[in-house]
């Protein structure tokens, strides 16, 4: 089945993916999927950071999650937002990849968790690591090779809105859309 009433949208932690996939899903009327570790985690009822561990020694999480995601998928008229959507969803309707500074980011999931930056920089330096690490060993994607997407967003650049806004704006120029702009 095609996936081309799908938005399929990626980045790293901290980029904005949630946010935006959010906004996006509103602006074109579609439903939003977003399906982490940690919905993952709370569906089989332990915490994302035994889930994280776990994950690293053993790939079935990875591949429960992701199967998950495109389950939900297939039905279309959505926005998936996750590390690998746009690698899993290749038939997508329109891939994007949302990019940011690792300062950006590590700085975004401060605001957003608290604790001391250079703290959360190390974290999220190490948690880029590990998850390309685990990607390109359970998948081969290498996930800095997003060359493919449709649209490459630099969110250190513009805001959430001014980020939907330029995916729901491709999005209506390739398929047209009586749905309202993000506001």
Same mark, same amino acid.
């Given at each position: 089945m095609s996936n081309n009433r799908t938005v399929?949208?990626?980045?790293?932690?901290?980029? &904005?993916n949630t946010t935006?996939?959010?906004?996006? @899903?509103?602006?074109?009327? %579609?439903?939003?999927?977003?399906?982490?570790f940690r919905?993952? @985690?709370?569906?089989?009822?332990?915490? %994302?950071?035994?889930?994280?561990?776990?994950a690293e020694q053993d790939d079935a999480y990875? !591949?429960?999650?992701?199967? $998950?995601?495109?389950?939900? @998928?297939?039905?279309?008229?959505?926005? /998936?937002?996750?590390?690998?959507?746009?690698?899993? /969803?290749?038939d997508a309707g329109l891939t994007v990849?949302?990019?940011?500074?690792?300062?950006? !980011?590590?700085?975004?999931?401060?605001? $957003?968790? &608290?604790?001391?930056?250079? !703290?959360k920089l190390e974290e999220t330096r190490e948690r880029d690591r590990r998850d390309t690490a685990r990607y390109l060993r359970i998948y081969g994607i290498d996930t800095s090779d997003y060359g493919f997407a449709d649209l490459v967003i630099d969110t250190d650049l513009c805001d959430q809105y001014e980020a939907a806004s330029s995916i729901a704006d491709a999005w209506?120029?390739?398929?047209?859309?009586?749905? @309202?702009?993000?506001?």
């Open positions: 399929a949208i990626s980045g790293r932690s901290g980029c &904005g935006v996939s959010t906004l996006v @899903a509103q602006a074109l009327g %579609f439903r939003m999927i977003n399906y982490t919905s993952l @985690a709370d569906d089989i009822g332990i915490s %994302f950071e035994e889930l994280c561990r776990r990875d !591949r429960m999650l992701d199967s $998950r995601q495109v389950e939900l @998928a297939q039905e279309g008229d959505c926005v /998936l937002g996750s590390r690998l959507a746009i690698w899993l /969803l290749k990849y949302l990019d940011a500074s690792l300062h950006t !980011r590590a700085e975004r999931i401060m605001n $957003r968790e &608290g604790n001391d930056f250079h !703290r209506r120029q390739k398929f047209g859309s009586l749905h @309202a702009p993000v506001k």
